[in-house]
């Protein structure tokens, strides 16, 4: 739990100390996301630059736009999985759940159960991805789940961080376009190298901050 909350602070104080860069990251990330076709790239190139900013090596526009190209074939395999499996598991539910049975009801829970559980590997999967030497999201989709059942609480701490961060965006409106996706994108960064940091994958060097702007 400590853990947990401490990757909460820490991102929470890199967010304000870089509050300008993020929230500028955020808004390209929102805009290309517009265009929906470079929504994945654009998601590539925020999780870089948050990934950077939690190993205390700042934020570049250059390596939002390097990653973004880097990433892009990739990053979209990733979205097409999430759609694919959104779309099926959605008819499933519906189609079981229109079976008057108990196993109906069965299969539904079953289906979200996995649902859930595809939805919480998600918040680790980029940060693998920029983390691994071998950029696959096969690997990427393993580690995140492994990582998950291993930190029960760690993980579900976090998720309470986002859940919240993401509700309080919906009703603010404006946190939307300056704040909630760089925001979570760098607690899934701080998330993952802190775990791999406890693990001895990583020198605990790497989970040093540094702050500021610097857009170049």
Excluded at 157 to 185: D, E, H, R
Aim: aromatic share 12%; net charge positive; hydrophobic share 55%.
């Amino acid at each position: 739990m400590s853990s947990a909350l401490r990757v909460t602070w820490e991102t929470l104080r890199d967010w304000w100390d870089s509050m300008v860069g993020l929230a500028t990251f955020n808004l390209v990330w929102l805009g290309l996301s517009l265009t929906v076709i470079l929504c994945p790239p654009a998601t590539a190139g925020l999780y870089a630059v948050t990934n950077s900013l939690a190993h205390g090596k700042g934020q570049r526009l250059g390596d939002f736009v390097e990653a973004a190209r880097r990433y892009a074939w990739l990053s979209w395999r990733w979205a097409l999985i999430n759609v694919v499996l959104g779309g099926v598991l959605a008819v499933n539910f519906a189609f079981y759940g229109a079976v008057e049975s108990t196993a109906g009801v069965l299969i539904q829970i079953a289906l979200v159960s996995v649902g859930i559980v595809w939805l919480v590997m998600q918040f680790y999967t980029w940060p693998f991805l920029i983390e691994q030497e071998q950029k696959r999201l096969r690997l990427a989709l393993r580690n995140a789940l492994f990582l998950s059942l291993a930190n029960p609480l760690y993980t579900l701490l976090l998720l309470v961080v986002a859940g919240l961060a993401i509700v309080f965006s919906l009703v603010a409106i404006l946190p939307l376009g300056f704040f909630t996706m760089s925001f979570l994108a760098l607690l899934g960064n701080r998330a993952v190298v802190e775990r791999l940091t406890h693990y001895g994958k990583l020198p605990a060097t790497d989970v040093a901050s540094a702050s500021g702007d610097n857009l170049l």
